[in-house]
């Protein structure tokens, strides 16, 4: 009821797709009735991203009152091994162990601290360097910074490849300003440019995407065309992205009729290819852009770079001019990944209908505001598809559909996820199809 109701705007939408009814059968089982057969149920309660919440706990936060709900998005009661006693948005979380865990030798440790806010190097330094901190995730940093402060001595690094994807998003929709709010950014006003499939099939050409690695990721990432890049079963060979190609960019932008200006701008009538590039504050993605807005001037694109705090920009707040659901800007950079091992959530989220606008409190995950009647069709055929060889065949033709058939959205690395932990914490097992804190029950003090 709280992520399916049409007014919420729910993130993980996708992980309900088909559920009919959820009814209590005893205190500790459920069952969830989907309206066709499923191939795969593991969406709603399974993973990091769609939790269990409690009915009586969210009672008053369905539909448009979802985000109002402070008091309960701040305190969830779940069922897991901590319970949250404080939140300070953008600051501290403060948990205690959970007297009701399933488990009653679980968790060793009596309460856990999460900082937020802050910077990757920061959260590295502290865990690292400093020892402040027992764990540090998303650390991305360059190599050689990560490789110096691992010499401090306190922590360690770990990575491992899952799916994580950096990436870049086209903004199918106009996020000019000079337009209203009921309507800037939303499917009612297609962009003036990037509508058009030769300029952003020239915006990708244009991307060096090995250079990025060797500068932002060295052996933690790999250079991809793909936006499921795993597992093997559902990765594409879509390979063409990997060689930069400035002369056939430009080739095609002028037989698309962008015409070179005097300023080295290429326009067509009285529109500039002159994009607005966001992404989040961190010292790769900064060099990330300026790598790119170097290319994008080798064939004559203009642009204006941005970056916004982490905690602003992936923060969701409907009143806030930042976020990347919002999308105001043409272009943005971040990257997202899947929980478990089978895309098809993932792949749904671009479900005509299902992007940010203002009747769902800019909530959603069709961040581009794709619409494709013919994808829409693969979604519901993948949703009934038992046959893995057909499932891998069907992700691999919506993984092509939404990048090298439309470029809607342009991947451009492979990313490991690299996080670090003190010496002294036992227990830690990196889990690249969930969330990093999937054992935590598990975690001990070494040596108590």
């Known amino acids: 009821q709280y992520c399916m109701d049409p007014e919420g705007g729910c993130a993980q939408l996708a992980k309900f797709e088909g559920v009919e009814s959820v009814e209590a059968i005893d205190a500790q089982t459920t069952k969830v009735t989907f309206s066709t057969a499923k191939p ?13 919440i409690q009915a009586a706990q969210f009672a008053d936060c369905l539909g448009a009152r979802a ?40 968790p060793a440790f009596a309460s856990m601290t999460f900082k937020g806010g802050g ?4 959260s590295g330094r502290a865990v690292m360097e400093t020892g402040e901190f027992d764990y540090g995730w998303n650390l991305q940093l360059a190599p050689d910074v990560i490789q110096k402060m691992a010499q401090g001595g306190k922590g360690v690094p770990v990575s491992a490849f899952g799916a994580l994807v950096e990436r870049l998003e086209m903004n199918l929709t106009n996020p000019s300003p000079d337009l209203p709010p009921e309507t800037r950014a939303t499917v009612a006003e297609p962009h003036p440019f990037l509508s058009e499939l030769a300029v952003r099939k020239a915006l990708s050409m244009a991307i060096n995407r090995q250079e990025l690695v060797d500068v932002g990721y060295g052996d933690a990432g790999r250079p991809t065309c793909n936006l499921v890049p795993a597992p093997a079963l559902y990765a594409s060979d879509n390979t063409e ?28 009538g009285d529109v500039r290819l002159s994009i607005l590039y966001q992404t989040s504050t961190n010292a790769v993605r900064q060099d990330f852009q300026a790598l790119i807005k170097d290319y994008w001037s080798q064939i004559g694109v203009e642009t204006e770079l941005r970056n916004l705090d982490g905690s602003v920009f992936f923060g969701g707040d409907p009143g806030s001019p930042d976020t ?15 929980d478990g091992t089978d895309p098809q959530a993932y792949l749904a989220a671009y479900r005509c209908g299902n992007e940010p606008k203002p009747s769902s409190q800019w909530q959603g995950e069709n961040i581009n505001r794709f619409c494709d009647p013919a994808y829409d069709a693969m979604i519901d055929e993948l949703a009934k598809t038992g046959d893995l060889e057909k499932r ?6 919506m993984n092509d559909m ?14 490991g996820r690299v996080s670090a932990h003190a010496n002294s914490l036992g227990g830690v097992v990196l889990n690249v199809f969930d969330s990093e804190t999937w054992n935590v029950a598990d975690w001990y003090r070494i040596g108590n």
């Open 392 to 397: 891998g065949e069907l992700g691999k033709a």
């Open 402 to 415: 939404l990048t090298k058939d439309s470029y809607t959205i342009v991947p451009l690395v492979d990313r």
């Open 40 to 52: 795969n149920p593991y969406g709603p309660f399974v993973g990091g991203q769609s939790p269990v």
């Open 67 to 106: 985000p109002e709900c402070t008091e309960a998005n701040f305190g969830p009661i779940g069922t897991g091994p901590f319970v949250v006693t404080d939140f300070k948005p953008n600051d501290v979380i403060t948990l205690v162990a959970n007297d009701n865990y399933r488990d009653p030798n679980k």
């Open 241 to 268: 992205c990997l060689t930069q190609d400035i002369a056939g960019a430009n080739a095609l932008l002028d037989e698309a009729g962008w015409a070179m200006g005097a300023d080295g701008v290429r326009a067509k």
């Open 119 to 122: 910077s990757a190097e920061a």
């Open 324 to 338: 990347f659901q919002k999308f105001y800007a043409d272009v943005e950079m971040y990257a997202n990944v899947f």
